[in-house]
């Protein structure tokens, strides 16, 4: 099989399709008796290559389609899905729709976004390029990333596999609003785990790379290194007894740091009384040199978008300032409910960034002297009601500020609130991978106990 997945000549000539379909799907709502309407039809095309020890392991194409509908008759609501585009199938999601909600009771909080939030100027966002590449190509860069990594150290003894996942999406979204909107972007992914053994034992550790366009991922044998050495230095782990120090958590984990925090300031917790951080707006939650700020239109962005899931236009917005919260993250449901306006927060934020310092890792270690960097978090210990933070954790302890050696089976607790209190510093090492862009978090003192 020598064909690219990914035809992206066609793409225009698809959306105008689906723009066609969303239009029809509209106008028959609306003659159902529906007040209000919002559609969203998108088409994914995707290819994955798995290899484990030098051979093929799979090969999955796959095109997905799917229709999502949203209707009020008045303020009660009805939502119904297809993953199935002939006309048969969407007159039974509308018809499936339309009942729901002629039989839910009103919420006055329902109902589309607001017109004068929903963008209508949609700019460039560099998210559409498509990889033109053959299942023989992905195999060959499969392999290669693997036998990187295998070749690395000797004591890399095995491998759950290397992947290579190419992906493209199509979208048309519209609302009985005037919103209407045609999007297209790609996202593509190498990834290798790996297996390390001593006389101690055997660890695992991975590492991947995720861009939009495939000339931004590095020379491929560099991730099967990158997860080669990370394996390897989990060798010889040890456990820690129980004591209070500081911590260090690394780019990749600090990140969940940040998503515990955007979970309590969201709607959905704050109307629900269920967050620590409620009725915190202008208040201190971070140290005053801490910055949090959105930005929805980096090019090419991991969670770059002109529009939330409700079709709100997406702008630039402080929500940490100088420590204090700025804002909420919201949708027009919870904004409702809260007496507020949306945020363009519908589906979640666009690209946060945290502000760092100087520091990069190794200067980070230089600064906690003595303490524990977290490498991986297990385990859902944590409470938004309360702050409450008790997780699973392996990664290295220091000394002398350097790495001494790898640790594991150990947990981590203290409460959200003063741990965003406490942050320390915020490294220069900022992890691209992600739509939260953070470095490492050093924090002054947690307490650390044997698992």
């Not at 099989?1 to 793409?11: K, P, R, V």
């Not at 201190?284 to 930005?295: D, M, S």
């Not at 409910?337 to 979640?348: V, Y």
Request: with cysteine; aromatic share 6%.
């Amino acid at each position: 099989m020598n064909q690219a997945i990914t035809n992206h000549d066609d793409s225009k000539v698809e959306l105008d399709r689906l723009s066609a379909l969303t239009e029809d799907v509209l106008k028959r709502c609306r003659a159902r008796g529906a007040s209000e309407v919002d559609v969203g039809i998108g088409v994914d095309v995707g290819l994955s290559v798995s290899v484990r020890l030098g051979e093929i392991e799979s090969i999955e194409h796959n095109r997905d389609r799917g229709l999502s509908l949203t209707v009020y008759f008045g303020k009660r609501k009805g939502s119904a899905s297809t993953a199935d585009l002939n006309p048969d199938s969407i007159d039974k999601t509308i018809e499936h729709a339309c009942a729901i909600a002629r039989h839910t009771e009103e919420d006055p909080c329902n109902g589309l976004a607001d017109k004068d939030l929903l963008a209508h100027d949609f700019a460039d966002l560099d998210l559409w390029h498509p990889w033109d590449i053959t299942t023989e190509e992905a195999t060959e860069l499969a392999l290669r990333c693997e036998q990187a990594g295998r070749d690395f150290d000797p004591r890399v003894s095995n491998s759950e596999g290397a992947t290579v996942q190419v992906g493209s999406s199509l979208a048309v979204g519209a609302t009985s609003h005037g919103f209407f909107s045609r999007e297209r972007d790609t996202r593509h992914m190498i990834s290798v785990a790996l297996l390390a053994e001593d006389e101690a034992g055997m660890q695992r550790d991975y590492w991947y790379e995720s861009v939009r366009s495939a000339e931004d991922f590095p020379d491929v044998a560099s991730i099967g290194q990158k997860a080669a050495e990370r394996t390897v230095a989990r060798l010889g782990a040890r456990k820690l007894g129980t004591r209070q120090c500081p911590v260090l958590f690394a780019p990749s984990v600090a990140r969940s740091l940040i998503g515990h925090f955007i979970s309590a300031v969201s709607g959905g917790a704050l109307y629900r009384k269920a967050s620590f951080l409620v009725d915190h707006i202008g208040k201190p939650v971070f140290p005053e040199f801490l910055q949090i700020v959105e930005r929805p239109r980096i090019r090419r962005g991991q969670a770059s978008a002109n529009f939330d899931a409700e079709g709100v236009a997406t702008r630039d917005s402080d929500l940490v300032s100088d420590g204090h919260l700025a804002r909420y993250v919201l949708g027009s449901y919870s904004a409702r409910k809260l007496g507020l306006r949306s945020t363009g927060n519908a589906g979640g934020v666009h690209n946060l960034i945290v502000s760092t310092g100087e520091d990069d890792f190794a200067a980070l270690l230089k600064r906690m002297g003595m303490g524990l960097v977290v490498t991986e978090l297990m385990g859902q210990g944590v409470s938004l009601l309360t702050g409450d933070y008790s997780r699973g954790a392996s990664g290295f302890w220091v000394e002398n500020g350097e790495i001494a050696y790898p640790v594991e089976e150990i947990t981590i607790a203290s409460n959200l609130r003063d741990m965003f209190a406490n942050i320390v510093a915020v490294g220069s090492d900022v992890d691209q991978r992600s739509h939260v862009l953070t470095g490492s978090i050093l924090l002054d003192r947690l307490t650390v106990a044997g698992a």
